[in-house]
């Protein structure tokens, strides 16, 4: 129904930047918001950013100021932008996308997950 492609995750020393993107396909009618994820190890799966279809964007604490999310609504698509990154941003990140499908109620879709790792 809904796919999601995410990339950019990869390795980086703390004080570096990554840029993650996620793209969404599918029979979509409407995306209505779009987020990204992260669990680190041993931890539970919290939303580091949103941004809804009207622009309203929201982040966890922790990352506020250093990790911009941006969408282009022409391509399905969103960014995170991460800088200064801390060896505590280590973990596995989600795109999630809550979308109209045709013929099925709004629900939300997630991505497979890209690893980001910060040494230090």
């Known amino acids: 129904q809904v796919q999601l492609a995410e990339s950019g995750g990869g390795l980086v020393q703390a004080g570096g930047s990554l840029r993650l993107s996620c793209v969404a396909s599918?029979?979509?009618?409407?995306?209505?918001?779009m987020a990204w994820y992260r669990q680190a190890p041993g931890k539970q799966r919290e939303l580091a950013a949103s941004i809804t279809l009207g622009g309203y964007i929201n982040y966890v604490d922790s990352v506020k100021g250093r990790f911009t999310i941006s969408r282009d609504n022409a391509k399905n698509t969103v960014y995170l932008q991460m800088t200064s990154l801390k060896p505590e941003d280590t973990a596995v990140y989600y795109c999630?996308?809550?979308?109209?499908?045709?013929?099925?109620?709004?629900?939300?879709?997630w991505g497979q997950g890209t690893q980001v790792t910060v040494s230090s």
């Open positions: 599918g029979s979509i009618v409407s995306i209505l918001a």
């Open positions: 999630m996308t809550t979308a109209r499908v045709m013929g099925v109620p709004i629900d939300d879709y």
